[in-house]
């Protein structure tokens, strides 16, 4: 019976039930306030809506209303409104600041928890943080309406007893992406087949923001503008209660929490978070999903373990994050195994789970206010409980890199301490101590060998700090900004020639941006010492030299350029009067080599992974400030490769014919540089570009195979997939491509199965593995002694007079990899100087 109903119910859409199939179990609505149908002039579902007509809808409430409040809390990379709507009585809404100070005394671990039975919680909803899952966003306005509208006594009470923040689309820029898609191909009659192409957006598709990142695994290492915003506004309220709504697969139905049991050993968010108050609100789910009809599940699938998702982020802030996913019609109705699910069905379900959870909230007000207060208390007392009482991160060489690292600690509201002028303190005993955690830990034993997502995320090995848990510290002077926090010199005049330190993370932009002046510029291949001012300085490979004598501009040009440059960079710069050397080699030396500046372009388009592609674009746009071509695959054919001296090669399928293929290696031959990353590497190696090797498991075909249950495949298979680790790699800082670092071992992130023999070639092997690589997250035995120890993460291989860098893992993963970034700059940057001996 249940199946049947279900069936008929996923026919059903608005131009059958019009607003009654959303709305009608709320009535009587205010005559003065227009539904979302009446605003928009057409039924919701009927269409995909634009975000700028869902902020002008809720924009509307709110000038209708003295029950909403609208307020920008950012923009996105392509300028979009990101805006938070407030709902509740009018008494709550204007005394809103007063309500928020007594809030946060809920968080504050050294008050003692005194009940508030007037104080409103704060639940905040938010929708469609991935753009082409778009069922939220609708119901979002249906939410709003709802809340604003409905003399339901049920909605007066939300009102009195909650302060609703509904956040219509985290991801502004995918969603209208997707959208645009969707209406563009839409029929009418609408057409269900699932190989329309409705249903099957172009490559990068709607899921992600302009610089085509998951903003869902944003919210810990907070890298867009989406992330940061949205975080600022969270520290500004602290909700008791996130929702996060997403969807799935259309042949999949509707899923709420709990999710699977939490991959880590010993979880460090409070075990009632995801037991006890997780199986509370699901009573309400299932009383509200069984009242339609609607067939749902729980407990099997996604993990909060990861915590950068919207889900999980708010369980580290005191609240309870949840998650619902919703099978998907991808587009305005599809035709699955159950019959033809339609976009009104998708958005229904996500509306009446947002219901349930703001009945759930506000009947549970009392337990939410408790457990977060309880959240910050058990927190310190955990901290005290440790060996640990604070970390110590220490970073004489590249103060850019650690002011980064220093601005994620502070955007987390992480008290930091300056104890030196290159050291920090961070103190185990503050109300952000499971942040400092998730920021310093490292784990290798875990309850479950399966992760939706990464399974290593300590950030501090992201950046590569030098860190040490410490029982004994000063805490010397908090820092709360960065600013003027590593003043650096404006660089002197000279008539002879500038020197700038290559191990400052800013150095490849500054770089970039003296090249783009006309200013030709040098690297040393090998370290020395001068004198500058009177006082010995040392300087490392890579050193940049810009000789005043050999540029085509006046010295006092060249001096303004690298100034103004050199400031807004905030990269150490430094004038000398001599190429003679206290050490080492002298500017006239051969190792100091003229640098050609890079010109690059990116294979993009069908097949190739659109996150490893926009990471290269986000880090040369953002912070390089440099342009790179982006090809699509399909003109690869017809392109003119000419103009470029360096190209990309991220992670993909690349689907190249012959031709494609001899095009490419020519120009390499013609001495390039390809940079190839992940399975864009074993893409190379295995059509013989280069000579380079895989290492493969080995297989004995003549041993005997255990049974297993069938049931357990997906785990079992599961398990030996890498799906996000951090392992130890030793360097070769003598290369130019490990140029830039002063300790040979160094982090990396692995989340692929791409294991690259070490060449044959004495000199190319630039970066393997260590003995004991595993420093953070799952990986199983096998994948350790059979791969990790045999195998290399950094080469460069000879290809006619052009050479091939391979990594094996990403060095932009999500635009945190701060530590292995520079890996990936080298390569751009110095690349082309790179000479493969024989």
Known sequence: MRTRLFCMLLACGSTLFGQDYFLKQYEPYRADIPSPEAFLGYGIGDYHTRHDRIVQYLETLSALSDRAEIETYGYTHEKRKLVMLRVSNPGHLANLEALRERHLKFIDPQLAYKADPELPLFIQLGYNVHGNEPSSSEAAMLTAYILVASEDPRIARYRDQSVVFIDPAINPDGRDRHTQWANSYRGDPLVDDPQDAEHNENWPGGRTNHYWFDLNRDWLLAVHPESRGKLNWYHH?????????????????????????????????????????????????????????????????????????????????????????????????????????TFPFTIRNQLVSGMATMQAAVDNKETMRRYQKNFFTSGLRNAAASRTRAYRVTEQADKNRLKAFLDKLLL??????????????????????????????????YR????????????ANFYHMDYQPVQRFSRGEEVTSLDGLFPVAPVEPSDYAYIIDWNDYNAPALLHQLQQQGLVLASAFKPFTTRINGVERAFDNGALVLPVSQQAKPGAEVHRLLREAQQALQ?????????????????????VRPLRAPKAAMLVGSGVSSYEAGEVWH?????????????????????????????VLVSGRYAMGDSQQKKLQEWVGRGNTLITVGSGSS?????????????????????????????????????????????????????????????????????????LAPSRNAY???????????????????????????????????????????????????????????????????????????
């Not at 010993?266 to 339609?292: C, H, Q, W």
């Not at 990269?571 to 190792?591: E, N, Q």
């Not at 075909?701 to 049974?707: G, I, K």
Request: hydrophobic share 35%; glycine share 8%; no cysteine.
């Open 237 to 341: 309220w602290y909700p008791n209660v996130v929702t996060d709504f997403h969807e799935m697969g259309s042949r999949s139905t509707h899923f709420f929490e709990p999710m699977k049991m939490n991959g880590s050993l010993n979880p460090i968010m409070p075990r009632e978070n995801y037991t006890d108050i997780n199986e509370l609100f699901a009573g309400y789910f299932v009383k509200s999903l069984d009242s339609i009809g609607s067939l749902y599940f729980s407990k099997e699938v996604f993990d909060g373990t990861y915590p950068g998702y919207g889900s999980s982020y708010p369980d580290l802030q005191g609240g309870l994050g949840l998650l619902f996913e919703q099978a998907s019609s991808r587009g305005h109705a599809q035709k699955t195994a159950y019959g033809q699910i």
């Open 412 to 445: 987390h509201r992480i008290q930091v301490y300056r104890s030196g002028d290159d050291s920090f303190v961070i103190p185990t005993d503050q109300p952000q101590y499971r942040m400092v955690q998730t920021f310093f830990e490292t784990y290798s034993r």
């Open 448 to 459: 479950d060998s399966v992760f939706y997502d990464a399974s290593a995320w300590s950030v």
């Open 571 to 591: 990269v150490p710069a430094f004038a000398v009067a001599s190429g003679y050397h206290l050490k080492g080699v002298d500017l006239g030396s051969g190792y």
């Open 619 to 647: 880090l040369l746009d953002t912070r390089m400030h440099m342009p790179i071509t982006k090809i699509p695959m399909r003109n690869l054919g017809s392109a003119n490769l000419d103009g470029y001296n360096t190209l």
């Open 683 to 755: 893409f190379v190696i295995k059509q013989k570009w280069v000579s380079e090797k895989l290492v493969e498991s080995p297989v004995d075909s003549t041993a005997a195979v255990a049974r297993l249950p069938y049931v357990d495949a997906p785990e079992n298979e599961g398990k030996e997939s890498v799906g996000g680790v951090i392992l130890k790699a030793d360097l070769d800082l003598t290369h130019p491509l490990g140029f830039g670092y002063r300790q040979s071992t160094i982090p990396v992130y692995k989340n692929n199965e791409v294991w």
């Open 764 to 838: 190319s092997t630039v970066a393997s593995y260590t003995s004991k690589p595993l420093l953070d997250g799952f990986i199983t035995r096998k994948n350790l002694d059979e791969f990790a120890s045999k195998s290399a993460s950094l080469l460069v291989s000879k290809l006619g007079s052009g050479r091939v860098i391979l990594f094996a893992d990403n060095p932009n993963f999500r635009g945190s990899w701060y530590g292995t970034n520079r890996l990936f700059l080298n390569a751009l940057f110095l690349g082309n100087l790179i000479q493969v001996p024989e």
